[in-house]
């Protein structure tokens, strides 16, 4: 792996313990804690309400959104940050739906994230125009899309197995129908090379707290295709998403830029630690990324299914067709997690079997793969996971 790929040391991350997980939740990146520290004692405790002129604060969103933007494939001033992922699928849904009002179908797949289902559904009780939500197997997106399509929204790698789209192929088979395309990047972005400017769909979403390392909590971006955002009707009409905020107008006229996506205040600690844990991808390239995850999920596969029987693979087994973490199927998989994660070994279950665990070369290696897989064949040769307490199930898993 190349030397200035792997930034272990840029983490504050335990000694003795290997983290799979930052598919779900990145680590702290050391520069986070003095940057917020110095936003909250020096910015706020000091400027006070001057921050939001002296310290950026009001400009953040889209300054940061550039920052995440270089990492999606998105031109400067195409990407904004703010509000939650969910509140980004609804805006960026509900304008994708405007701008085809002779449609009714909104398209997505079995593999999408629950979320995405659940604001697609909500819209549609809300509009009430008699969209419905039409949902087909991941294989089967393509062969759907139709003319009766507005909108095929997709999660570009399936939160369980990590199954890849094919963002190029579906987007072009979208416009072919006329429909607009819309992504939800957040298990990719920072995970593989991206192109939305490239691939030429309308929207993309995305959270910011996994591969980006943003901690928990850490604001959505949103991108809309820069000659598209004209025709953008924000459904949330919030105050800083107007042309003129501080003019106080009775009446919404959107901003001309992709600042109409934006909606309320923003959360400028939070924003500040994203903002500082970018510094980590500074000089990195997308593309070397991708080869060293590929090369670390291989490893792991190969350990698992030479050591740990009892596993069985869930994600494509094709890397290309893989995104940055791999998923094995258990019967007993929430117990055997939770006794890796007293081991020091960290990845995540998701109903009803899966063991998901994540690779990001910038603070993994080899030696880290053969170890975390040297721990799960130890318990399940012993059978340690059967220990009562790791039935105990968590609220979060």
């Known amino acids: 792996m190349s030397e200035t790929l792997l930034r272990k040391d840029r983490f504050a991350l ?15 990146p050391r520069s986070v804690s003095a940057h917020v520290t110095e936003v909250v004692q020096q910015q706020w405790g000091e400027r006070l309400i001057r921050g939001w002129n002296d310290a950026g604060w009001m400009a953040q969103p889209g300054r940061v959104g550039d920052r995440v933007g270089r990492l999606i494939g998105a031109p400067p001033g195409s990407v904004v940050l703010g509000d939650t992922l969910s509140i980004k699928v609804y805006q960026a849904l509900a304008a994708a739906l405007a701008m085809r009002p002779e449609r009714r179908v909104i398209l997505s797949d079995s593999g999408n994230f629950p979320t995405d289902l659940y604001m697609a559904q909500g819209l549609i009780d809300t509009v009430d125009k008699e969209h419905t939500l039409r949902i087909v197997e991941p294989e089967a997106v393509a062969d759907a899309i ?53 691939v030429g769909c309308e929207f993309a979403v995305g959270c910011t707290y996994k591969y980006l390392n943003g901690g928990p909590g850490a604001p959505a971006f949103v991108y809309v295709k820069p000659d598209t955002i004209e025709r953008v009707t924000p459904a949330l009409a919030g105050w800083l998403g107007h042309d003129a905020p501080f003019a106080f107008d009775a009446h919404y006229r959107p901003a001309m830029s992709i600042e109409r996506l934006r909606v309320g205040t923003p959360p400028v600690i939070q924003t500040s630690a994203l903002e500082a844990a970018l510094d980590v991808w500074d000089g990195v390239d997308m593309a070397d990324v991708r080869a060293a995850s590929i090369r670390l999920s291989e490893r792991f596969i190969q350990e698992v299914e030479a050591r740990c029987p009892a596993l069985t693979l869930a994600s494509p087994r094709d890397s290309a067709r893989r995104g940055s973490q791999v998923s094995f199927a258990f019967e007993h998989g929430y117990q055997a997690m939770q006794a890796l994660i007293e081991a020091n070994v960290i990845g995540d279950f998701r109903a009803p079997d899966l063991m998901r665990f994540g690779f990001t070369p910038l603070y993994l290696d080899e030696q880290d793969v053969v170890a975390a897989v040297d721990v799960l064949q130890t318990i399940l040769d012993t059978e340690r996971w059967a220990e009562p307490r790791f039935a105990v199930r968590n609220t979060v898993t």
Do not use: C
């Open 14 to 28: 335990p000694e003795g313990l290997i983290y799979l997980d930052g598919n779900s939740l990145g680590p702290l």
């Open 146 to 198: 139709d003319d009766s399509v507005a909108v095929v929204m997709l999660t570009q790698v399936d939160y369980r197995t990590g199954r890849l789209h094919d963002m190029d192929t579906i987007t072009q088979a979208t416009h072919d129908a006329g429909a607009i395309s819309l992504w939800d990047l957040a298990h990719s972005a920072g995970a593989l090379p991206i192109d939305v400017q490239g």
